[in-house]
Nanobody
Framework: VQLQASGGGLVQTGGSLRLSCRAS????????MGWFRQAPGKEREFVAA????????YYADSVKGRFTISRDNAKNTVSLQMNSLKPEDTAVYYC?????????????????WGQGTQVTVSS
């Protein structure tokens, strides 16, 4: 499975960005999809995840209420809408796929990773 993330960029505090990730697999709907991020000098952290059908979503406390994860199984894509961005959201964002039946928030559990897209929020 190959994952291609896009949509990162530079935005001012309070602004919005939408990240997208396209998967190259015919069994996309069998994967839990997640977004993680890693800021310079920090460990990778969980951001959001979504179940097979999109019926269940999970968020890190730091982004809850500001970020929304969604998926389109017909288009093999998962998206992350990021609103009210803060400088502390600055990081490289990665999409990941987990061939599992339950949503997990630990990155080591995920099977496939995209290349990452840079998000920079200026103050």
């Amino acid at each position: 499975v190959q994952l291609q993330a896009s949509g990162g960029g530079l935005v001012q505090t309070g602004g919005s960005l939408r990240l997208s990730c396209r998967a190259s697999t015919r069994t996309f709907s069998s994967y839990i999809m997640g977004w993680f991020r890693q800021a310079p000098g920090k460990e990778r952290e969980f951001v959001a995840a979504i179940s097979w059908t999109g019926g269940s979503t999970y968020y890190a406390d730091s982004v809850k209420g500001r970020f929304t994860i969604s998926r389109d199984n017909a288009k093999n894509t998962v998206s992350l809408q990021m609103n009210s961005l803060k400088p502390e959201d600055t990081a490289v964002y990665y999409c990941a796929a987990d061939f599992a039946s339950v949503v997990r928030t630990t990155g080591d559990e995920y099977d496939y990773w995209g290349q990452g897209t840079q998000v920079t929020v200026s103050s």
